[in-house]
């Protein structure tokens, strides 16, 4: 068996009374690697329960050296605002963040008051603008899931598959995953079919969603996901390796988790460890996360060591299981 160790400075970031818009939460982030720097897009929430997109840079992985002062992206469109008034959830939650043809792309889950649904938002940055704060250029968000139906947890692979590109999101319970020729979304909404389950009668039996986007390496799409269970109502992160060439393709999936709520920060009122990105530096795959859905941490592991684990058990994985 193999795990995430997590970082002894952890959690690496709290939040900030100082700062309004993350004085009640700073938590779920999205993280990227550009020029050997970490950049972390974390769910920032005050307390009224709005959500909006905050920065951290860490250039080692593991050392926060910037927070942004102000949120780096609002909520703008009336599918992601507060528009009855009163407290409640509403704004711009869990981005997950993919880069392909110089420009970063996000995806998060858009929730306005008005709505008793949730949908999948799309906007986008070129890489430049990302690097230099200018972050006005961030492009109109588009929903790209289908109105009056819960979709959430999703990202695109950060490179065409068989000529085209690949969204995975999560229609409750299961993992879904879409294949679209294009990322305009003109008249079309993301659905396709599922092809990652939940396990009944398992750690990960009550949903299941990705983390952060699949990462290619030789043996596949390396998947970090997270899940509820339905005994206890705990969210852990577990390890799937997808086929290259086609990833509804499950070549393994460990049946245990890699990481699950233990330490002082996951547990604090809930137990949660819930993560929308990870990056690869040295070796090491970096895994971001929201703890007690309050704090921001990260976890560690050889990436060897866990694709070796993964291919160990393929032979005998099934995926009907």
């Not at 050392?63 to 609002?74: A, K, L, N």
Request: net charge negative; glycine share 8%.
């Amino acid at each position: 068996m193999v795990s995430l160790t997590r970082f002894k400075g952890n959690p690496i970031l709290r939040p900030d009374p100082a700062k309004p818009f993350m004085e009640f939460a700073a938590f779920n982030p999205a993280a990227v690697e550009l020029g050997g720097r970490v950049y972390i897009l974390f769910r920032a929430q005050d307390y009224d329960l709005t959500s909006t997109i905050a920065l951290v840079e860490l250039p080692d992985g593991f050392t926060v050296t910037y927070v942004s002062d102000e949120p780096i992206y609002r909520p703008r469109e009336p599918f992601e605002s507060r528009i009855l008034g009163g407290f409640g959830p509403a704004g711009c939650e869990d981005p997950r963040v993919t880069v392909l043809d110089g420009r970063l792309y996000m995806l998060y889950t858009a929730v306005s008051d008005a709505y008793d649904y949730v949908r999948v938002v799309m906007t986008s940055i070129d890489v430049d603008s990302f690097l230099k704060r200018r972050w006005s250029a961030w492009s109109r968000p588009r929903p790209i899931s289908p109105p009056g139906v819960w979709d959430k947890n999703a990202a695109i692979l950060p490179r065409r598959v068989q000529g085209r590109y690949v969204v995975l999101h999560r229609f409750f319970p299961n993992v879904w995953i879409d294949f679209v020729e294009d990322l305009e979304f003109e008249g079309y909404w993301i659905r396709g079919y599922e092809f990652f389950r939940v396990r009944p009668g398992m750690w990960d039996s009550d949903r299941v969603g990705i983390a952060g986007p699949p990462l290619e390496f030789n043996e596949g799409w390396l998947m970090i996901y997270h899940a509820k269970s339905s005994q206890d109502g705990a969210y852990r992160l577990g390890a799937a390796l997808l086929d290259r060439e086609d990833p509804t393709i499950v070549i393994s999936r460990l049946d245990y988790p890699i990481l699950e709520p233990r330490e002082w920060y996951e547990t604090e009122g809930i137990h949660v460890v819930f993560s929308c990105g990870h990056v690869v530096l040295d070796g090491k795959l970096l895994v971001y996360y929201g703890a007690s859905d309050k704090y921001l941490a990260v976890a560690y592991i050889g990436v060897d060591e866990l694709l070796g684990e993964l291919l160990k058990r393929s032979s005998s994985f099934n995926p009907n299981h």
